[in-house]
């Protein structure tokens, strides 16, 4: 072998070894790295939002905005309680309309009463006046019959019995005489139980009609005295309607200070 070759083969050995060299470590360290546990897991804490000024002041802004509209929206206090002189007005007035509406209904049921007492008194007066046709048609009838009962007393004395048979040719007058005074004491005990009637009707009539005329008069004195009232309270009603539009009037007006106002 020639001598100049064996320098080459020394240095190409040892480039040899560098390599493997390398290659080992790399190797090896490959293994280490595969072998090394995995480390356990961090928690970190998510960053906390911190509101920049800008939207720290439109906050305020805004509660401020919304205690302003709060307060806005709050009932404030009435004026009547403010002013008691509004108050005591309200309260006057009210009372008047009341006083007016009371007034109104009072009216309206009295004239609703008028209008009841009208009726009845007109029925009253209706009813009376149909009684007393009755009654007048009881009393023809009742004289009707008293002058008939009159005649059949007449009838019934002996000599006009015997008079009123004279004309019959009998040979028993007595007979046809008793006939006649039967038939007369029948039409009279007639008569007499008709009057009877009658005169019941007549005092059941009487006494309807007594009844009904004081009906009559206890409607017309309380619609009299009603008409009264309604008279009376005009009066005084235009009467207090004239002293306070005269006050009114001449109610003084204060006059003016001469001296200016401090």
Excluded: H, W
């Excluded at 439109?58 to 509209?69: I, K």
């Excluded at 007035?93 to 509406?101: E, F, H, M, N, R």
């Amino acid at each position: 072998m020639p001598k100049y070759l064996v320098p080459k083969l020394v240095s190409g050995a040892l480039v040899l070894s560098m390599i493997a060299g390398f290659l080992l470590v790399d190797s090896s360290a490959q293994k280490r790295r595969r072998k090394r546990k995995p480390s356990a897991p961090q928690i970190t804490n998510p960053a906390i939002y911190q509101p920049s000024p800008v939207d720290n002041a439109n906050s305020n802004n805004s509660g401020d905005t919304g205690n302003a509209n709060s307060a806005d929206t709050q009932p404030g206090r009435p004026a009547s309680e403010e002013d008691p002189e509004a108050m005591k007005q309200t309260i006057r007035t009210l009372s008047g309309q009341v006083d007016k509406l009371t007034n109104k209904i009072t009216q309206m049921e009295e004239s609703q009463r008028s209008l009841v007492d009208l009726e009845r008194l007109s029925r009253a007066e209706a009813r009376s006046s149909a009684l007393n046709t009755e009654l007048r048609d009881v009393q023809a009838k009742q004289a009707e019959l008293e002058a008939r009962a009159e005649d059949i007393d007449f009838a019934l004395k002996p000599e006009n019995i015997e008079r009123s048979t004279a004309g019959y040719g009998t040979t028993r007058p007595e007979e046809l005489r008793e006939q006649r005074r039967k038939q007369l004491e029948n039409e009279k005990e007639r008569v007499r139980k008709q009057l009877d009637l009658l005169a019941a009707s007549r005092a059941r009539l009487e006494q309807a009609i007594a009844t009904s005329d004081a009906e009559i008069e206890r409607l017309r004195k309380k619609l009299d005295a009603a008409d009264e009232a309604a008279i009376q309270d005009a009066k005084k009603k235009a009467e207090s309607e004239g002293t306070s539009s005269s006050e009114s009037g001449a109610r003084p007006k204060p006059s003016p200070s001469p001296y200016p106002p401090s």
